[in-house]
């Protein structure tokens, strides 16, 4: 893989996965914990959409990118699955899952309402799939988007050998 995809993939990885782990794990915890809850709620959806934009954004560009890197041959790989799939949640989330649960703020939240629960019930739906979305992410950061060449490989195994002084 040509050193600029390598630079693109870990820039735009380390922007999509550092927001998503940054503003869910711990800009939000920290809102809530601080202040007046519909407050906090207010500043964590507003939050949340940037970093929806920004995972759709980084997603796009990544998927262009391994698709045009390594072509047909991506829809072998795990690597472009699990990053379509993050991607498509992250879609679903922005244009069905946050706009619903706007609606629902606007109707009223009040204890024991049936909005409420409904808003309740998308909640939980949100916060699964942004989990399954970070965690997804993680295992991109460590393993890459681009599955490593031969070349690599066989460079990797070479340096070790040195190392060991084999």
Known sequence: MPARFFVAERLLMTLWVGALWAIGYLAVPVLFHSLERQVAGEIA???????????????????????????????????????????????????????????????????????????????????????????????LVVFGVYPPSPASVTLRSFDDDRREGT
């Open 45 to 139: 959806g507003t939050m949340f959409s940037i970093v929806s934009g920004i995972g759709l954004f980084c997603g796009v560009i990544l998927l262009w990118g391994v698709l045009g890197h390594l072509g047909r041959a991506a829809l072998g790989q795990w690597r472009f699955w699990l990053l379509a799939g993050m991607w498509v949640i992250v879609l679903v989330g922005a244009v069905v899952l946050q706009p619903m649960m706007q609606d629902l703020k606007e109707q009223g939240l009040s204890p024991g309402s049936a909005v409420t629960a409904d808003f309740g019930r998308l909640h939980g739906i949100s916060s699964g799939l942004y989990m399954v979305t970070s965690l997804g992410g993680l295992i």
